[in-house]
């Protein structure tokens, strides 16, 4: 069963940091595409960074030299690190992966970034 959960989301103020996490079962973690995507209040999902199984790495224009994506395959988890943190960013964050040309997602997290 392919599971996706995501934690690490919390109340930040601007400028600050937050690490996501994304715990994936079984062998996931090794395909091809894995990203994560965001939703803010009244507006459409959109992906903020995603990753293949060679380590390529895309970012939205929005996050770039802001937020960076990883992934540790011996622990089955995908990261996204955020710094500099602004109001914008504020959404909730999902976790996805296209494995056996299906799309599967977790549940996300929700990241507040206010003061």
């Known amino acids: 069963q392919v599971q996706l959960v995501e934690s690490g989301g919390g109340l930040v103020q601007p400028g600050g940091s937050l690490r996501l996490s994304c715990a994936a079962s079984g062998s996931i973690i090794s395909s091809n595409f894995m990203g994560w995507y965001r939703q803010a209040p009244g507006k459409e999902r959109e992906l903020v960074a995603a990753i293949t199984s060679g380590g390529t790495t895309t970012y939205a224009d929005s996050v770039k030299g802001r937020f960076t994506i990883s992934k540790d395959n011996a622990k089955n988890t995908m990261y996204l690190q955020m710094n500099s943190l602004k109001p914008g960013d504020t959404a909730v964050y999902y976790c996805?992966?296209?494995?056996?040309?299906?799309?599967?997602w977790g549940k996300g997290t929700l990241v507040t970034v206010s003061s």
């Open positions: 996805s992966a296209i494995y056996s040309r299906v799309q599967y």
